[in-house]
C-alpha cells in the first residue's frame, strides 16, 4: 500500500524542521563571541603605542650603524633587528587602527606599566617618548647624533652599547605586556619580542666584548 500523500508532506516537513534546529544548534555551538576592543588606558593599547615609539628608534640605530661600518656581523644583526621590527611595528599599528585608538595619545607614554620606574638605566639615554613620558633605554638625541658622525669600529661599539641598553628596556615592557595585556594576540608578540630579543642581548654581548678587546692595550 503507498503512502498517504499527507503522511509524506508531514514527515518532510519533520525533516525540514530537523535540519533547520540543527543549523540553528550548530550555528550556536560555533559562534565566536565577539571580543570587545582593549579599553583607551589598556596595557594593550599602552604598550602598543610605547613599542611601535621603541622600535622606531632601534630600526633609525640599526640604520645608521649599516652606514657607518661594512663589518658583515654588524651589518647582519643589525638588518635583521631593523627588519623584524620594522614587521612587529605593523602589526601593533594595525591593532590600534582595528581597535579604533589613535596612534598618538597625550597620556604619558609608560603610564601603562603602573607601579613600574619607567626611567632610563642609563644617565645617556634621556630621551622622552613621543607621546610624553620618559621611554626607558631610549638613545639620547646626542647619543644618534654620536652614531651617525661615528665610523668603523667606534660605531660598531657605540651601536651595540646603545642596543644593549634598548633591548633590555624593551625587553621589561615585552614582559610586562605579556603578563597583563588582555589580547592573547598582544601577550603571544610580547612573549616572542622578550625571548627574542634576550638572546639577542647575547649575541650583541658578545660582539660589543671582541670589539673592546680590540682597543684594550696588552700589557
Same mark, same amino acid.
Given at each position: 500500500?503507498?503512502?498517504?500523500?499527507? @503522511?509524506?508532506?508531514?514527515?518532510?516537513?519533520?525533516?525540514?524542521? =530537523?535540519?533547520?534546529?540543527?543549523?540553528?544548534?550548530?550555528?550556536?555551538?560555533?559562534?565566536?563571541?565577539?571580543?570587545?576592543?582593549?579599553?583607551?588606558?589598556? @596595557?594593550?593599547?599602552?604598550?602598543?603605542?610605547?613599542?611601535?615609539?621603541?622600535? #622606531?628608534?632601534?630600526?633609525? +640605530?640599526?640604520?645608521?650603524?649599516?652606514?657607518?661600518?661594512?663589518?658583515?656581523?654588524?651589518?647582519?644583526?643589525?638588518? #635583521?633587528?631593523?627588519?623584524?621590527?620594522?614587521?612587529?611595528? =605593523?602589526?601593533?599599528?594595525?591593532?590600534?587602527?582595528?581597535?579604533?585608538?589613535?596612534?598618538?595619545?597625550?597620556?604619558?607614554?609608560?603610564?601603562? +606599566?603602573?607601579?613600574? #620606574?619607567?626611567?632610563?638605566?642609563?644617565? $645617556?639615554?634621556?630621551?622622552?617618548?613621543?607621546?610624553?613620558?620618559? +621611554?626607558?633605554?631610549?638613545?639620547?638625541?646626542?647619543?644618534?647624533?654620536?652614531?651617525?658622525?661615528?665610523?668603523?669600529?667606534? $660605531?660598531?661599539?657605540?651601536?651595540?652599547?646603545?642596543?644593549?641598553?634598548?633591548?633590555?628596556? =624593551?625587553?621589561?615592557?615585552?614582559?610586562?605586556?605579556?603578563?597583563?595585556?588582555?589580547?592573547?594576540?598582544?601577550?603571544?608578540?610580547?612573549?616572542?619580542?622578550?625571548?627574542?630579543?634576550?638572546?639577542?642581548?647575547?649575541?650583541?654581548?658578545?660582539?660589543?666584548?671582541?670589539?673592546?678587546?680590540?682597543?684594550?692595550?696588552?700589557?
Amino acid at each position: 500500500m503507498r503512502p498517504r500523500p499527507v @503522511v509524506i508532506v508531514a514527515l518532510g516537513v519533520l525533516l525540514a524542521l =530537523g535540519v533547520v534546529a540543527g543549523l540553528l544548534v550548530g550555528a550556536r555551538l560555533g559562534a565566536v563571541p565577539v571580543r570587545q576592543a582593549p579599553p583607551e588606558a589598556s @596595557v594593550d593599547v599602552g604598550f602598543a603605542r610605547a613599542m611601535q615609539a621603541h622600535h #622606531d628608534q632601534a630600526v633609525q +640605530m640599526a640604520t645608521l650603524v649599516r652606514k657607518g661600518t661594512a663589518d658583515p656581523e654588524i651589518g647582519s644583526i643589525a638588518l #635583521d633587528i631593523a627588519l623584524t621590527q620594522q614587521h612587529q611595528s =605593523g602589526q601593533m599599528y594595525a591593532w590600534l587602527e582595528q581597535w579604533g585608538h589613535p596612534q598618538r595619545s597625550a597620556a604619558p607614554a609608560m603610564s601603562w +606599566m603602573k607601579g613600574h #620606574d619607567h626611567s632610563s638605566s642609563s644617565g $645617556a639615554s634621556e630621551q622622552t617618548g613621543a607621546t610624553g613620558g620618559r +621611554m626607558p633605554g631610549m638613545a639620547s638625541r646626542a647619543d644618534l647624533a654620536a652614531l651617525e658622525a661615528a665610523g668603523g669600529t667606534e $660605531a660598531e661599539r657605540l651601536f651595540l652599547r646603545l642596543m644593549i641598553e634598548h633591548h633590555e628596556a =624593551g625587553v621589561q615592557m615585552a614582559a610586562y605586556a605579556a603578563d597583563h595585556a588582555q589580547e592573547p594576540a598582544v601577550r603571544r608578540l610580547a612573549r616572542s619580542m622578550t625571548q627574542a630579543q634576550q638572546a639577542e642581548i647575547t649575541v650583541l654581548q658578545d660582539l660589543l666584548e671582541v670589539r673592546e678587546r680590540r682597543t684594550t692595550p696588552q700589557g
